[in-house]
């Protein structure tokens, strides 16, 4: 065995895993000396470290001299690439993308059921001890079974949520920017999870046809990461294309949308309403209109949380570590052309 396979790899995790998984990571290899700083990480530890496991903490590049790659807690990539250590063309960086698909499907199938079957308006019945007097004719849903979803963006998330929205027979469409590539390479699946090969959508639509697909939906859900391509994305004339009925769901980053323009199509009553887990600003600010609005749902960017996230994020680190003793390509890893 030459000396380079048996030069150890120092590995730094700033994050809050438990001792099992930190054990479950150790056993990947003797050649990887892994420790665990958190929540405070000594400007020191990073001076010998070969790989970063990291929420928030980023050293400059002069305080980690020997950094050759990033691996990130979460799937958003809008935070590290602007870094003077996201810009060192040497250092990988790759995410936790794909972990989120199932608990974020999830969401956004709650959040198309609380508004068809007006949850918030129950929950405020049952506040006042409310039995209303037309209880059926008040509340009529219609199923989702039979309405049309539009997808904005087809990454990991947008294809779980296609998948089970197909098995509760909604019609699927779905923007994507190359549409000459239809699989998603080096990224991260859960086992019988998404759609691989991008066979569900009924039509797939360039990027810039995003007008014309939003003409035929019952529901957009927002999935794109946030760049500069994708800022304020669902901007007015988008708004303004959407069905007065059509709900927007927005799970990406509060920047994908221009929050102005969405509040006055909803004060107008331009779209029916819209769920939101992200904003421009969080915590969303007090005295924003949209707490006042009541055709919006806002939960506070909870959507990709539960209570196996850590085990998640491991388990991608851990096939990327195998990856990375192997000499092989990393999965999730950032396209600094693209920014995500």
Known sequence: ???????????????????????????????????????EVPTPAYQDIDILYTIWHFPEPDQAPNLRWIQLHYAGMENIADRPIGRVESVQITSCSGIHAVPITEYCIGMMLAWEYRLPEMLKNKEKSHWPKNPYSQFIPQTLRG????????????????????????????????????????????????????????????????????TECDFVVVTVPLTSATHHLIDESILNKMRRDAVLINIARGGVVDEAALIKALQERKIAGAALDVFEEEPLPKESPLWGLDNVIITPHVAGNNTRYHQRAA??????????????????????????
Request: net charge negative; glycine share 6%.
């Open 147 to 214: 309405q049309t979803l539009g997808i904005v963006g087809y990454g990991s998330i947008a294809r779980e949520l296609a998948r089970v929205a197909d098995q509760m027979g909604m019609r699927v469409l779905a923007t994507k920017r190359d549409l000459r590539t239809l699989t998603e390479e080096n990224a991260y699946r859960e086992a019988d999870t998404g759609d691989p090969d991008a066979e569900i959508p009924d039509r797939l639509y360039p990027a810039e046809a995003l007008g014309a697909m939003v």
């Open 315 to 340: 388990a991608v680190f851990g096939e990327n570590l195998r990856r990375y003793l192997e000499n092989q390509p990393l999965i999730n890893r950032l396209d600094r052309n693209r920014g995500y």
């Open 1 to 39: 065995m030459s000396d380079e396979q048996n030069e150890k790899i120092r590995v730094l995790v700033c994050a809050d895993f438990s001792d099992e998984i930190m054990d479950e990571l150790r056993a990947i290899s003797d050649r990887l000396h892994i420790e665990k700083r958190h929540p």
